[in-house]
């Protein structure tokens, strides 16, 4: 079994910054095929691809709408999930998730296994 918690959203202006981090409490281990990933969904809008990180390579995917801006990092040791997002802007406006796919990478989010409950990003222009 996978838990997976999120934190660190809140309202903020634009052009800063905020970190979410993901917090996964796994019986046994998370393998090192499985890819961890951010999306997001705003109101009236599908969930999004926004980053993701192979366990154990350490690869990083980003979506176009967020690259140069974000950066996802993994600490194995703690089996956390962090995204730093700089630059913020209007449209990045969204509850931020994670979700761990045990079978690797994939941009849509029906492939991922397990799931948070979400953490609200709000940035005020």
């Known amino acids: 079994q996978v838990h997976l918690v999120e934190s660190g959203g809140g309202v903020v202006q634009v052009g800063d910054s905020l970190r979410l981090t993901c917090a996964a409490s796994v019986s046994g281990r998370i393998y090192s095929s499985s890819v961890m990933a951010w999306f997001r969904q705003a109101p009236g809008e599908e969930r999004e691809f926004v980053a993701a990180?192979?366990?154990?390579?350490?690869?990083?995917y980003y979506a176009d709408a967020v690259k140069g801006r974000f950066t996802i990092s993994r600490n194995t040791g703690e089996n956390t999930v962090d995204l730093q997002m700089n630059s913020l802007k209007p449209e990045d406006t969204a509850v931020y998730s994670c979700a761990l796919n045990r079978q690797g990478l994939a941009y849509s989010a029906k492939e991922y296994d397990y799931w948070g409950q979400g953490t609200q990003v709000t940035v005020s222009s």
């Open positions: 990180i192979r366990w154990g390579v350490g690869n990083r």
